[in-house]
């Protein structure tokens, strides 16, 4: 079979099939060997191995994904790219297409039906309008994901690895790394897409991990209390945290209780470790 990542074979399919791409799709094909070498070296595949992808395409990254994992399951919204699908990757048995929007999948069923008592990862080259939402989904669904190697918009990359402090930090960073430990693996161009994008992007390594970063009684609290901090960047925790909690603490315990574990009410949410938010969460949700 003929390698689709090929920049003369892509274009000849697209050509052939009279393919128009769509903006409002996130489509912009993958056409570097190199690049490609490097997302399934990341994805650390066997022959035993399952693998999830999400907008295969025309099939670039899936054709590499099969020949080096046991089974590859891939999520396509676009339809008119079926029949493309069907064509590019008839050699491989072990491919299976749905033709869904990942947002309105059930994945634990898809999981349960194909994966079952596999390793499995998701690897994928993300459309870039959906990333948070995608990423969300796979994190809070639990599922029993070993890691997520995804190609992402850099600054999204960067959200994801920031360090309290810093402007880029914030609940993308906090759930991501309460999750997952996520690595960098690799910067990639605009000039290696048909259609060029109008970003830079970020192969990105999130290796889920066994138990969450810090321990809490009600995670959904705690994601509660992160985002509330988050709510209006500009403005001081005990403000967000007044205005944004579902319990609506009264101020003056907010002020006593974020005194006691020692952190400083006037502190922007931007400062606070996931530790700090943790500490706040397992405090706040009794008053
Ligand atoms: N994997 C291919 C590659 O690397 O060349 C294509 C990647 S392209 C950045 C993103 C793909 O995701 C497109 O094929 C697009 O149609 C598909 N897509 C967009 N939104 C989707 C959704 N909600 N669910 C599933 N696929 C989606």
Redesign the pocket.
Known sequence: MKRL?HPSV?REIVARYGFHF?KS???????DWNI?HQIVEAADLTQEDGVL??????????QALAESAGKVVA????DR?LPILRETLAEYPNVKIYH??????NLHELFQQHFDGKKTSVV???????TTP?IMKLLENHLPLHHIVV?VQKEVAERMTAEPGGKEYGALSVAVQYYTDPEVVCRVPKTV?IPQPQVDSIVIRLRVRSKPRVEVTDPDYFFRVVKASFAQRRKTLLNNLQHNLPNRPAKENLVDTLMSIGIDPGRRGETLSIQEFANMAEHLRTL
């Open positions: 990542v892509t769509k799709l996130g489509q912009n094909f993958l056409i490609l992808e999400i907008g295969p395409g025309i099939g670039t990254l899936t999520i396509e919204k676009d790219l869904a929007d990942v947002l309105e999948t994928a080259n993300l459309p870039y309008y959906v995608i190609m897409f």
